[in-house]
């Protein structure tokens, strides 16, 4: 057995208030759940208000008093799971912490009870070892800030049951995100290693003065970024090989494309070039703080993600 699919899930435990942590708390509150935050940090009122008044501003219209309403902070993990239907953790990525955490959270949260972590680096299996009731846990990865971008990675460990697996996606469906189930464990899931594997050619593109930092960004926000976001890369090389298709495109282009594999540069991330590409984003970002320049993203990517949606809805 495992977390069973209710529907009328109603109270969400999220325990870890950084980043991430505080985004699903916002989301869960603005969804109608019931939200108790627990971090170990005293004070993280503020961080919370704040995070709830940057997710009403984004959504245009919703009041952060009645969202403020659904959120209380717990002073210990047992309280706040206590009752829980679900609990989301985002502790730092330390495992034997993490262990530790789910041993508490088994023990505390009833019985039937989602619990889900929030980790993009550690396999749930390992997260799982030490506790009685492994089949109970499963990563919900979600890209950050998971208020707005919908991807979640749900990833079961090996001794994960299959009714874990369809609360988790019954449950991040209920709340606006696409989960995606991986068939097996890997480092970094998809997501990450997939960005992480782009990123080694950015890095390295800028440190043999190919282009600078700035110009690379807007290659692809202004290329792959937007093809990317309208049709994944399978689906945009089977329309780049025309009529026939990905067969006509891996038989024509695949080739030159499998001779470029076998040459992967692997820039190193020594002090110069840290200093070289910090140097540069710095320089490009200078007088925008970090509060300015994240409403400015998460606005332009909920623009994007509603403008694709809707031609998604008139294509079909």
Not at 25 to 35: D, E, I, R
Not at 218 to 233: L, Q
């Amino acid at each position: 057995m495992g977390a069973r699919v209710d529907r009328n899930q109603r109270t969400v435990a999220v325990i870890g208030a950084g980043t991430i942590g505080l985004s699903w708390a916002a989301l869960f509150a603005a969804h109608g759940l019931t939200v108790r935050v627990q971090d170990p940090r005293a004070g993280i009122g503020p961080e919370i208000e704040a995070a709830v008044r940057h997710h009403a501003a984004l959504q245009g219209g919703a009041d952060p008093g009645e969202l403020l309403a659904r959120i209380e902070v717990a002073d210990d993990v047992e309280a706040a799971v206590a009752g829980a239907d679900v609990v989301q953790e985002n502790a730092p990525e330390r495992l034997a912490l993490k262990q530790e955490l789910f041993a508490r959270i088994e023990a505390a949260a009833p019985g039937q009870a989602l619990i889900a972590s929030s980790t993009s680096a550690l396999m749930p299996s390992d997260l799982a070892r030490e506790m009685r009731t492994p089949e109970r846990l499963v990563v919900g990865h979600p890209f950050n800030p998971p208020e707005v971008l919908p991807l979640v990675e749900v990833v079961p460990g090996e001794r994960t049951s299959s009714e874990t697996v369809e609360a988790a996606v019954a449950f991040y469906r209920s709340v606006g995100r696409k989960p995606v189930v991986l068939h097996r464990e890997i480092g970094g899931f998809v997501a990450n290693r997939l960005q992480s594997t782009l990123f080694r050619e950015c890095v390295w593109l800028v440190s043999q003065g190919v282009v600078s930092a700035a110009e690379l960004d807007e290659i692809v926000t202004e290329s792959i970024g937007i093809r990317w976001a309208t049709a994944g890369p399978f689906e945009s090389f089977h329309l780049g090989g025309g009529p026939g298709g990905m067969r006509h495109f891996l038989e024509h282009l695949g080739p030159g494309m499998a001779r470029r594999w076998k040459v992967v540069e692997q820039p190193e991330l020594d002090e110069q070039t840290v200093e070289l590409i910090s140097g540069q984003v710095e320089e490009r970002f200078a007088g925008r703080g970090y509060e300015e320049l994240t409403e400015a993203r998460d606005r332009a990517q909920l623009a994007v993600i509603e403008a694709r949606d809707a031609a998604r809805e008139g294509r079909d």
